[in-house]
């Protein structure tokens, strides 16, 4: 199974496509400083297929390209994620200081 990952900048997300079928997708928030993971489609025919783990880890690694941190309010990507510490330095760090 031959699977391609493009960035489908004019839908806000990363596309997955096996032999010219959409087999999933994650969707992105991007700004300058940021970028926020909120939701991840995967179509049932394509579940437990590795999939997922693909758009997460073309879509981490667009954010490392970019450098930029991640917020990551998909449950599926947060917990992927914290599966590979090897991108854990991309997890935003709310760096606030003020206290009550």
Not at 53 to 64: E, F, H, I, S, T
Not at 70 to 94: G, K, S
């Amino acid at each position: 199974m031959n699977v391609t990952i493009t960035d489908a900048a004019d839908r806000h997300r990363f596309e997955a496509h096996i032999d010219g079928s959409l087999a999933g997708f994650a969707e992105y928030m991007r700004s300058d400083k940021l970028v926020v993971y909120p939701h991840t489609v995967v179509e049932p025919a394509y579940e437990g297929k590795g999939i997922g783990g693909a758009l997460a880890r073309a879509a981490l690694d667009d954010a490392r390209e970019r450098g930029l941190p991640v917020l990551a309010t998909c449950p599926f990507i947060a917990a992927w994620l914290r599966r590979h510490p090897e991108y854990e330095d991309l997890a935003y760090q709310n760096r606030s200081r003020v206290s009550d």
